[in-house]
């Protein structure tokens, strides 16, 4: 049994829809949470900038006494995954793999969609992971950048007219080409399943990737046997902006109010 807590870092608020999953799986784990609020959206950035934005990330997150950290942020996993893991002192899960196996196993045409932002599409992470696992699979990438902003603002629901039109307009390709399986590529995107699903039909599956990685997160902990075993564990947040701005979105992503103190950080020290 391993009682230290697991870091979760994003660049904004998404990142708590894997943080609504690591609590649904593992409820006895203390978890670590930072939201880079000040920087959203990092899917417009440059490689140098996301692995210089991450770093600081990481080593904030490090401050604390973690035995592993979850990258709940799709464009951070796809740009700078393999430095953050070979500079960490405890294991780094990204979304990229579990999402992919997921996708994987899910499609029956093995044609399958990524919806994620401009960085984590030009990276070809997830091209390239598809084809390590099955040569075979067809994969069509595409960039949806008003997505986070849009979420952050709360407009996701069915019935945003905002929302749904700029969904049908970046989802059309891939209906065109018959994906029956599309991976949501960010952690802000299981907000807009509803839309997307809307959009897409109820025969193509999604893929959540925050969901895919906190499954990956347990798994690696339950096989180094570091599990907690207590009573129900805590979560404490940390945001780079106003802490206001944060709780004030959060019950959105989490499902529920961020019970306890949000604390603002200068991440610019880390």
């Not at 697991?6 to 593992?26: K, P």
């Not at 997921?102 to 401009?118: E, F, N, V, W, Y």
């Not at 207590?230 to 959105?252: I, K, M, Q």
């Amino acid at each position: 049994m391993d009682t230290r807590s697991i870091g979760v870092f994003d660049s904004g608020l998404g990142g708590l829809t894997a943080v609504r999953q690591l609590r649904r799986l593992m409820p006895s784990e203390n978890i670590i949470y930072f939201g880079d609020t000040a920087r959203v959206p990092y899917g417009n950035r440059s490689r140098e900038t996301l692995l210089q934005y991450a770093r600081q990330d990481m080593r904030f997150l490090s401050s604390f006494d973690l035995k592993a950290v979850v990258i709940a942020c799709g464009t951070v996993s796809t740009n700078c995954l393999e430095e953050l893991r070979a500079e960490s002192g405890v294991p780094v899960t990204g979304v990229v793999e579990p999402a992919v196996e997921r996708a994987a196993a899910l499609t029956r045409s093995g044609k399958i969609g990524l919806a994620a932002t401009r960085a984590s599409v030009a990276s070809g992470a997830y091209e390239r992971a598809f084809r390590r696992l099955d040569p075979a699979l067809e994969v069509h990438a595409l960039a949806c950048p008003l997505f986070v902003p849009l979420v952050e603002e709360g407009r996701c629901r069915p019935g945003d007219t905002v929302i749904e039109t700029v969904a049908a307009e970046y989802l059309a390709p891939l209906k065109e080409v018959g994906v029956d399986t599309l991976v949501l590529g960010c952690t802000h995107y299981p907000l807009l399943a509803e839309v997307i699903g809307g959009v897409m039909g109820p025969e193509v599956s999604l893929v959540d990737v925050g969901a895919e990685a906190a499954r990956a997160c347990r798994d690696l902990l339950a096989a180094a046997d570091a599990l907690a075993n207590r009573g129900e564990g805590s979560v404490r947040f940390y945001t780079s902006d106003r802490a206001v701005n944060f709780r004030r979105l959060a019950a959105l992503f989490l499902g529920e109010e961020a019970a306890g103190a949000v604390e603002q950080v200068d991440i610019f020290q880390y």
